[in-house]
């Protein structure tokens, strides 16, 4: 079955670096296009990141654009996300998510359980 | 970027109710939608892609409908495993891909 299993989050301060990772199972993992999706405490979803099944694409939020960075490992079934220059609005859970095939990869059909990021001095 | 827009935020229910969320985007966008029902502590799910399509594995009494800027998710008799937050996501302009604000479906 499919899996996605998130790491790396934890307490940062402000101006930090962290580096989240997802390790997929279950899937061809280098036939598909990837997502990180956020959740900021008792709010709504909000899309990060997507990259796509061979790296060639990858396309950002505003709201993290030059400052995170997606990228994947297909040789070991491994989505990241560098966060740099880190912000108190970036405090969220992040999941990764697996894009649909068909009808294309911009849905999300598995998630992870996600990855608590704080952001605080 | 385009906005969705969920209404209501939240509603109150009882089980065997048919429930209606409606989602908005602030321009068309096809049939480039989707439903998520995410409970709490846990990751969200897929229930509907393109607007209509139901996701393997999800209950017939979801179905969705609408394209262009007006969309629908009916929920046609509620359980009590139904009781939820939902989410529409877009992804026809993109990037950014966008989601609703989202609807509580409450006890009533």
């Known amino acids: 079955q499919v899996q996605l299993v998130e790491s790396g989050g934890g307490v940062v301060q402000p101006g930090g670096s962290l580096r989240l990772s997802c390790a997929a199972s279950g899937f061809t993992f280098s036939s598909y296009g990837m997502h990180w999706v956020r959740q900021a405490p008792g709010k709504g979803l909000e899309w990060v990141a997507f990259?796509?099944?061979?790296?060639?694409?990858?396309y950002y939020a505003d709201s993290v654009k030059g400052r995170f960075t997606i990228s994947r490992d297909n040789s070991k079934n491994t989505l990241y996300l560098q966060m740099n220059s880190l912000r108190a609005e970036d405090t969220a859970v992040y999941y990764c998510?697996?894009?649909?095939?068909?009808?294309?990869?911009?849905?999300?059909?598995?998630w992870g359980q996600g990855t608590l990021v704080t952001v605080s001095s | 970027a385009i906005q969705l827009t969920q209404s209501p935020s939240s509603l109150s229910a009882s089980v065997g109710d048919r429930v209606t969320i409606t989602c908005r985007a602030s321009q068309g966008i096809s049939s480039a939608l989707a439903w998520y029902q995410q409970k709490p502590g846990k990751a969200p799910k897929l229930l509907i892609y393109?607007?209509?399509s139901l996701e393997s594995g999800v209950p017939s009494r979801f179905s969705g409908s609408g394209s262009g800027t007006d969309f629908t998710l009916t929920i046609s008799s509620l359980q009590p495993e139904d009781f939820a937050t939902y989410y529409c996501q877009q992804f026809n302009s993109y990037p950014p891909l966008t989601f609703g604000g989202g609807t509580k479906v409450e006890i009533k």
């Open positions: 998510a697996k894009g649909l095939v068909i009808p294309n990869p911009y849905y999300f059909d598995y």
């Open positions: 990259i796509r099944y061979d790296g060639s694409n990858k």
């Open positions: 393109d607007a209509s």
